[in-house]
């Protein structure tokens, strides 16, 4: 078995001195003999320039903080390792998934989405699942979340949809789980994002541990192999204890009473021994049946029913080790749609072309320009190798010149693939006119909704009525309750009744139904894990 130690042994190496080994120093190294008082100018006298040891505590003190995410600002991080069941070389020839006997370092981070840093963690909420795999290639992060659906089609709409969700601009509040008014109008009036909403309301949106909730890419991918055949793939992960959810008084309770519940929960099963564990999943599709679906496979807020593709496992996931330190390596850390390795590549769901451009670039303003990927939590256990130079923070000394064609020396190569081991694009045919439209193939807003109510228990119905009623009960614009509602009325007229009369708007009556158009053979039952949500 190859060892998943690669990433704690480099580490290891960036470890800082040990501040207990000797007297207190300066950043330059220069032994403090006093650190309480200030040098004065006598007794009672002012405070002097002079004292570089006073300047330098202070500036470091003031220049301690860094800007949160812009979402996903909470969360908790830990490292472990990642092995496949068996090689997947039919599908794809990324490094990580051929051999049982590798095992590939890990460390993963799992967020709240909407509230600031400081925030609680039982909150109604989307939950962030990204992992970043040290494979002996590169890094791969697999960046997902805990619904397999998103709230919007075009990353050009994600501006809009959390400014909608994050507290109003005038007042910044409310801070709770959703900004009341300005969700719920962008939800009335933008209906892709009703599939989502439906998981925010059900009990999915509370999950009881971060250890008991699924993950999923949620976009469509690409797997390509060593012949160069692309296939679509889907990922899921699935926790081994089952998905559990808290119920809503008990969220609300831990709020008050922890707000650190899931942080914590993570945090005590690893100092525990008691690992937290998941299997990876994926759903292949030909390419030869990108059409065979009655939704488009590149649109993220469509699932594929796992009646159509079942999940077919290819490898488990632990979580063995707490980070030593939350700034340095949770809060640094910098995941990427865009870090793939050879044999994974994207398809042009637009939701995740955005995203290739949006994390590298809000990277660069988080974590202070350009060299992060330096950073010992980001760093690849793989070499790396080229021509990029300086910058802010740069902490390696490069040697020789930096530029290629190259006939001095030093420069680095300007060749790939001479071993067939680099990264190439994938050769898809693309051709057509500039259109800034969405695709006819995306218009479909209301059946996966209905698809997901009619999957429900009466139970876990009643509580998704509740989350309605809870949420959109707090919305002061009765036109936008109103709205929503009628929009609910198109997933399904039970479920519109039951919100209305608790949101103080009259039921709309009549009307096309997606539930009533929704196969029944159709429904979500494998979604739930092997435990109850
Ligand atoms: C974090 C943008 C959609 C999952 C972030 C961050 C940005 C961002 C700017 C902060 C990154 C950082 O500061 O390091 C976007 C855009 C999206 C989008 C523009 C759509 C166009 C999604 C979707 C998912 C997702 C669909 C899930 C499949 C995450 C996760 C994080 C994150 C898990 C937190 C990563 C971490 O733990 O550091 N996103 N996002 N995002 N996003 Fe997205």
């Not at 390696?396 to 010149?401: C, D, F, L, Y």
Request: include cysteine.
């Amino acid at each position: 078995m190859e060892s998943a130690d690669r990433k704690q042994r480099q580490r290891e190496s960036f470890h800082a001195d040990d501040p207990t080994a000797g007297p207190l120093t300066t950043d330059q190294g220069v032994e403090v003999d006093h650190t309480d008082d200030s040098l004065a100018a006598g007794e009672r006298g002012p405070t002097l320039l002079e004292d570089f040891h006073f300047r330098e505590k202070l500036t470091r003190f003031d220049h301690e903080r860094i800007p949160e995410r812009v979402v996903h600002a909470r969360g908790a991080g830990a490292y472990g390792w990642f092995e496949p069941y068996e090689s997947c070389a039919e599908f794809t020839r990324a490094a990580f998934l051929q051999d049982p006997a590798v095992r590939t370092p890990v460390f993963v981070r799992f967020s709240t989405v909407q509230g600031p840093k400081g925030s609680a963690d039982t909150v109604r909420d989307v939950r962030g699942f990204a992992t970043k795999f040290y494979t002996s290639e590169g890094n791969y992060d697999l960046v997902g979340n805990n619904f397999p659906v998103f709230f919007i089609q075009d990353g050009i709409k994600f501006p809009d949809f959390v400014h909608a969700v994050k507290p109003e601009p005038h007042n910044d509040m409310p801070t709770g789980a959703s900004a009341h008014d300005t969700l719920w109008d962008f939800v009335s009036l933008q209906p892709e994002t009703l599939h989502a909403i439906m998981w925010l309301m059900s009990d999915r949106a509370i999950p009881r541990s971060y250890r008991m909730m699924q993950g999923f890419g949620v976009h469509t991918f690409r797997f390509v192999n060593a012949d160069g055949k692309g296939t679509f793939v889907k990922f899921h992960w699935t926790p081994k204890p089952g998905v559990h959810s808290l119920v809503w008084d008990e969220a609300q309770e831990c709020q008050g009473r922890n707000p650190d519940f899931n942080r914590g929960d993570l945090w005590d099963a690893i100092e525990a021994g008691e690992y937290p564990e998941w299997e990876l999943g994926v759903q292949l599709v030909p390419e030869e049946d990108e059409f065979a679906f009655d939704f488009d496979l590149l649109d993220a807020t469509k699932l594929i029913p796992e009646e159509q593709v079942p999940v077919r496992p290819i490898g488990r996931m632990v979580l063995d080790r707490n980070p030593e330190n939350f700034f340095a390596e949770t809060e640094q850390v910098a995941f990427h749609t865009a870090n793939v390795v050879p044999g994974i590549d994207f398809t042009n769901d637009p939701l995740l072309q955005a995203r290739n451009f949006s994390y590298l670039d809000t990277q660069l303003i988080r974590l202070g320009g350009p060299n992060f990927s330096q950073l010992p939590v980001n760093r690849p256990v793989a070499p790396v190798r080229n021509n990029q130079r300086d910058g802010y923070h740069q902490s390696a000394i490069h040697r020789g010149t930096n530029y290629s064609p190259n006939s001095l020396g030093g420069g680095c190569p300007a060749h790939a693939g001479v071993d067939g081991k680099a990264f190439t694009h994938y050769t898809e045919r693309v051709d057509g006119h500039k259109i800034r439209r969405r695709s006819p193939s995306f218009q479909d807003h209301y059946s996966q909704p209905a698809l997901f109510w009619n999957s429900m228990a009466d139970w876990e119905k009643q509580h998704i009525v509740e989350a309605f009623r809870f949420e959109l009960g707090k919305v002061d614009a009765r036109a936008v309750r109103a709205r929503t509602v009628e929009q609910l009325a198109k997933v399904d007229g039970d479920l519109a009744d039951r919100v209305a009369r608790g949101v103080g708007v009259p039921a709309p009556s009549g009307g096309e139904t997606a539930s009533k158009l929704s196969s029944p053979a159709l429904s979500l039952e494998s979604l739930r894990g092997d435990g109850s949500i």
